[in-house]
């Protein structure tokens, strides 16, 4: 069977504040052609330079992935391009008026809501699959990533946190499909440890930390009135930010990837190995 490329049915402007630089940005999200990929536009700078959404592009991926092209940049990229990925989005043009995308509530439940409201469809460009020929392997002190053939895309992922007594260990395993996204993954939100998130934001490195951007856990609580989304929120969204992390590969791949303890830095030197072992199905 042939699947085609896809791209949004119509155009979706929305706006909101970004975490760590603070800033209310406007995007846009438009239709493209086929074989155009995911690019982001900086409608705020001069010549409104464009910046490709591609693993080779990725030049910081400390607290989050940022893309680069030259001087311009754009970051905190990975719960929309996890929500893209999941929506099976081949095509699409981002404007947007700032270096940061929003964060909503920290996960990304709000890129997929205003996927849905536009429609996805169908391209006459056609859509390669690609498979890994070979497992590929990463390991750094106790975090590692694995990735081994596989006829579906999986993703398991081992969290743990023995300095927290409420979270200690979460594991969890999905295949990656647009309703299982939607079900298990897309609301899940990026979390902190209160201990770890304080300096940060004592430093000026995170300008629009507060409890509606993700979940902060102090000790054996949830700092969040509401609490959990579910009991393995954190685990889950773990999973959310490897989709939009290799999402940046550019292509639709099976391959079963495992995961203990592994953030952004880890994803993306994993995805560029992974490159040079995928192969058209």
Request: charged share 25%; with cysteine; aromatic share 8%.
């Amino acid at each position: 069977m042939v699947l085609k490329q896809k791209t949004l049915k119509k155009e979706i402007v929305f706006h909101g504040t970004s975490l760590f630089l603070g800033q209310d940005v406007v995007v846009r999200l438009m239709p493209a052609a086929p074989h155009t990929g995911i690019v982001f536009r900086r409608t705020d700078l001069k010549d409104t330079p464009i910046i490709a959404a591609k693993t080779e592009k990725v030049k910081d991926a400390t607290r989050c992935t940022k893309v680069v092209e030259g001087d311009h940049s754009v970051q905190t990229i990975e719960h929309f391009m996890a929500a893209v990925q999941a929506s099976e989005i081949d095509n699409l043009i981002v404007e947007i008026s700032g270096p940061e995308m929003p964060i909503f509530d920290g996960s990304s439940q709000a890129f997929i809501q205003m996927i849905d409201q536009s429609g996805v469809v169908e391209q006459e460009g056609n859509k390669d699959i690609f498979v890994l020929d070979q497992p590929v392997s990463w390991t750094q002190g106790d975090m590692h990533l694995i990735a081994v053939p596989s006829d579906e895309y999986r993703i398991s992922y081992t969290l743990n946190y023995p300095q927290s007594p409420y979270l200690r260990s979460q594991y969890y395993s999905c295949v990656v499909k647009p309703e299982t996204f939607r079900k298990e993954i897309a609301p899940c939100r990026t979390f902190t440890l209160y201990q770890e998130i304080a300096p940060l934001i004592e430093k000026g490195l995170l300008k629009n930390a507060n409890l509606d951007c993700g979940v902060v856990i102090d000790g054996e609580k949830v700092l969040n009135p509401e609490g959990v989304r579910f009991p393995d929120e954190m685990v889950r969204h773990k999973i959310l930010d490897i989709i939009g992390d290799f999402a940046l590969l550019g292509c639709t791949f099976h391959a079963h990837l495992i995961a203990i303890k592994t953030g952004h830095a880890a994803n993306h030197s994993v995805a560029k190995e992974l490159r040079k072992f995928l192969r058209k199905k």
